[in-house]
């Protein structure tokens, strides 16, 4: 079955350095997003993105954070000037968008920043 | 009142046992509903999707919606050890593309 892939698993930064995590959806999807989930905390959605653009975003998703899809396979978040409070695991999902089409999640990648 | 309410647990039972989780929601906009499953470290996965009122089976899990008292329920028959996990109500508008909003998670432990 396909499925959503994630790298780096771990990525362990210090305050103030960009980091950039990466996704690769299912082929097919149209629609991709990406969620953060403190430790011990509900999943939050940070960001969707669909037809190159960013459809929808929270209030978590500041100035620090961009998304990019630089080519036809590849997601990415990045957060330019991290924070202690950026640690969390980060999920990747799609979908295809249709009406019986629910979001697919990524194994996450773990972010510690020290 | 928080928008998706659900108990951490975490729940305990013996193996063979049927296990109820449940969701109360506020917003009675919410069509869709979903049950995931999350392993420690691990990406939700999913596990039963439903769509507005009424009930779904799959093989040991039924999900159950009830839209009138905003109350969703995941049932698990004879559960095993490997569902031990945190299982994670979200519910979206109209439209699967819409964001989830996710419960806090329930952490259930299945013992033998």
């Known amino acids: 079955e396909p499925e959503v892939t994630q790298t780096p698993s771990h990525q362990v930064t210090q305050m103030g350095q960009e980091v950039i995590l990466r996704c690769v959806p299912i082929s097919n999807h149209l629609y991709f997003y990406w969620y953060r989930q403190i430790l011990g905390q509900k999943v939050e959605f940070l960001v969707s993105f669909y037809n190159n653009e960013i459809s929808e975003k929270s209030e978590i998703f500041d100035d620090q954070f961009s998304v990019e899809r630089p080519d036809g396979s590849n997601f990415t978040l990045k957060i330019r000037s991290t924070k202690l409070e950026d640690s969390a695991m980060y999920f990747c999902?799609?979908?295809?968008?249709?009406?019986?089409?629910?979001?697919?999640f990524g194994n996450g990648t773990r972010l510690t920043v020290t | 009142q928080k928008e998706v309410e659900q108990d951490p647990g975490p729940l305990s039972v013996p193996e063979g046992a049927i296990v109820s989780l449940n969701c109360t929601y506020s917003?009675?906009?919410?069509?869709?509903f979903m049950w995931y499953r999350q392993y420690s470290r691990k990406g939700p996965e999913l596990l039963m999707y439903t769509y507005s009122s009424g009930n779904k089976e799959d093989g040991r899990f039924t999900a159950q919606v009830d839209k009138s008292s905003k109350y969703i329920s995941l049932f698990i028959r004879d559960s095993q050890p490997s569902d031990s996990a945190t299982y994670l109500c979200?519910?979206?508008?109209?439209?699967?593309?819409?964001?989830?909003?996710f419960g806090a998670g329930t952490r259930l432990a299945v013992h033998p």
């Open positions: 979200a519910m979206t508008f109209s439209g699967g593309y819409n964001k989830l909003i």
């Open positions: 917003n009675s906009a919410f069509q869709y």
């Open positions: 999902a799609s979908t295809n968008g249709g009406q019986n089409s629910p979001l697919h």
